[in-house]
């Protein structure tokens, strides 16, 4: 669904999530994600890529917290970041995109949370011989 914002002036279409992107973000969040990773990765999903207002806009999320997800998205090498031109005033934009197709990353999810839960299940096993 586009949403345009009232200022006739600076009028700009703004992506608003969807029934069906909303569950996307449920189920990743289920999951253990971040929300805000969730919605930033559904906003990039959709869009491919955008500058940080864009996402701040999609994602009705504010600059920290655009900030922190992204953040966490890098560190996992799951986007790319590069500077875009400004006027020079205000804040420094960047040009987010995803370096890796969005199924790659839920099997990266996946894979952690197989991972989480052989943990826990031998430490289970672990507390059980302590009452065999």
């Given at each position: 669904?586009?949403?345009?914002?009232?200022d006739?002036?600076?009028?700009?279409?703004?992506q608003?999530?969807?029934?069906?992107?909303?569950?996307?973000?449920?189920?990743?969040?289920?999951?253990?994600?971040?929300?805000?990773?969730?919605r930033?990765?559904?906003?990039?999903?959709?869009?491919?890529?955008?500058?940080?207002?864009?996402?701040?806009?999609?994602?009705?999320?504010?600059?920290?917290?655009?900030?922190?997800?992204?953040?966490?998205?890098?560190?996992?090498?799951?986007?790319?970041?590069?500077?875009?031109?400004?006027?020079?005033?205000?804040?420094?934009?960047?040009?987010?995109?995803?370096k890796?197709?969005?199924?790659?990353?839920?099997?990266?999810?996946?894979?952690?949370?197989?991972?989480?839960?052989?943990?826990?299940?031998?430490?289970?096993k672990?507390?059980?011989?302590?009452?065999?």
């Amino acid at each position: 669904m586009i949403h345009e914002t009232g200022d006739t002036m600076n009028s700009k279409a703004v992506q608003i999530f969807t029934k069906k992107d909303e569950e996307f973000v449920s189920a990743l969040v289920a999951t253990g994600s971040k929300k805000t990773v969730a919605r930033v990765l559904v906003y990039l999903f959709k869009n491919a890529e955008g500058t940080m207002r864009e996402i701040e806009h999609g994602t009705d999320l504010n600059e920290p917290q655009v900030s922190i997800a992204l953040k966490h998205m890098e560190d996992h090498g799951w986007i790319s970041v590069s500077a875009v031109a400004g006027s020079g005033k205000g804040r420094p934009n960047k040009k987010v995109a995803l370096k890796i197709p969005v199924r790659e990353i839920v099997d990266l999810i996946e894979e952690g949370q197989k991972s989480a839960i052989a943990n826990r299940l031998a430490l289970l096993k672990k507390a059980k011989g302590f009452v065999a």
